[in-house]
């Protein structure tokens, strides 16, 4: 049931278009003005979701003090997150284990 209801919601989110697939997140440092910078360049303004394949300490203190963002490691990401998500920011690696876990 978990499998079909995320399924469903990654599905309706790529349809429209809040899904932005990188190859990675790379941050010289733990700076939030960086982390910023990086989802107002992918075209995420209000509430995203960031889904990364492992954790990243660099990632986590970078993003924590950013409104609206948040983080999560592939799979463990729930179907809420989706949906409550504007615009989900996803590297490759994470889609990978997603579809490994999922599909």
Do not use: Q
């Given at each position: 049931?978990?499998?079909?209801?995320?399924?469903?919601?990654?599905?309706?989110?790529?349809?429209?278009?809040?899904?932005?697939v990188v190859d990675e997140i790379k941050l010289d440092g733990i700076s939030t003005?960086?982390?910023?910078?990086?989802?107002?360049?992918?075209?995420?303004?209000?509430?995203?979701?960031?889904?990364?394949?492992?954790?990243?300490?660099?990632?986590?203190?970078?993003?924590?003090?950013?409104?609206?963002?948040?983080?999560?490691?592939?799979?463990?990401?729930?179907?809420?997150?989706?949906?409550?998500?504007?615009?989900?920011?996803?590297?490759?690696?994470?889609?990978?284990?997603?579809?490994?876990?999922?599909?």
């Amino acid at each position: 049931m978990r499998r079909g209801a995320l399924r469903s919601a990654l599905s309706a989110r790529i349809a429209d278009d809040a899904v932005v697939v990188v190859d990675e997140i790379k941050l010289d440092g733990i700076s939030t003005k960086k982390m910023a910078a990086f989802l107002d360049g992918v075209g995420a303004n209000r509430r995203a979701l960031v889904v990364l394949d492992g954790a990243s300490n660099e990632i986590l203190l970078s993003s924590r003090n950013i409104p609206g963002v948040e983080l999560r490691v592939a799979p463990s990401v729930s179907v809420r997150d989706i949906l409550n998500a504007d615009k989900i920011i996803m590297t490759r690696d994470a889609v990978a284990k997603l579809e490994e876990v999922f599909a």
